[in-house]
């Protein structure tokens, strides 16, 4: 049967997390822009940008692990809410930083910090929760491509209006809107009715639950090639985001809302990608696509790199964004959809540590190699690695079984 690109949507459940989730990530990609542009402007270092996505993402490297194996032995739903109050918490200690103008950079950079920590028991929890948001478990893969569509839509819209908050209003407006975005999503998973929750017996300890995933993912190679090209690509090519107030500050000579609109080009070319791999029909070929969107992630990379017109920058850097969603999208339906159930908090922290861990190493690594070389030859050296590496998945295409999506009824 032909699916819909909206097929997730018949889930009551799934509907109250899209909408409450879509409200929260505007606020969450305003707060990520102002934190980016504050530190700059405070700093004019490139290696700080790379410390502060390493401040941000390196505690969910640390302790995904635990996130994971916390989303398996306890109530995720529970988890979920705790880690959004938390959230909100921490904008809140943001803004009144801000407002108050008693901070320094590394305020800014501990606070982040701590929401790293929070992601590393949000991100399982989210993941695995959305597994029994769904009702037809065939519309996984929609959903899943759905959340991705969410975040970019998001990643869109936010970036554009943090650039004008900052001009007209400043910096304590972007964390204040974040910290208030969250009351929407925690409205949303309230209104829930979500099946009881079921203790489950526990024969080992944290420990041991921990090895046990770390095994299971070892025996299925389906899942460890999977982890590990995403590790390579968010080690090596996705900081690259990271740089993007140099070219917005120093190589177009722009402001804030310069800075605003390149961030809002990547995700709405993320968009576009995300809303292309919603509508795939089963049977489709992920492996291939994932191939071949890489290469094109790559391409736009390389092409953007030295551009000098501001126009055609935001074209390619667009079309950068169109291939880097099948990198995250593409990889968490494979994981979702091949994952034993028992071990899907645990292989899901693994995938949090392979995406959220390897870039803040690889923030730190860009950072330090952009004041070498430059931005637009370490932005372009990205392109090319990113190149290799699609080149790399397709000529698996003639060793390996395809991989193809779930066929739903």
Known sequence: MKISTFSAFKSRNYRLYFSGQSVSLIGTWMQKTAVSWVIYAQTHSKFMLGVTLFATMFPSFVFSFLGGVASDRYNRYKLLLLTQVASMVQ?????VLIYFKHYSVWHIIGLSAVLGLINAFDVPARQSLV????????????????????????????PGIAGLALEKFGEDICFALNALSFIAVIASLLQMKLPAYVPKPRTKNMAGELKEGFAYIKATPAISVVLLTLSSISLLVLPYTTLMPVYAKDIFKGNASTFGVIDSAIGLGALCGAIFLASLKPGKNLRKILAINTMIFGT????????????????????????????ITISNTLIQTTVDPAMRGRVISFYAMAFFGMQPLGGLLVGAVSQWIGTPDTVLLQGIITIFIGGLLYRQLHVNRPVSLPLQS
């Open 91 to 95: 904008a809140l200690a943001l803004t």
């Open 131 to 158: 597994y029994e948001m769904v009702e037809d478990k065939a519309d996984l893969p929609n959903a899943l491509a759905l959340n991705s569509s969410m975040v970019n839509l998001s990643r869109l819209i936010g």
């Open 300 to 327: 736009g990379l390389v092409l953007f790199s030295h551009t000098p017109w501001y126009p055609l920058a935001l074209l390619f850097v667009t079309l950068a964004g169109f291939g880097m969603m099948s990198q």
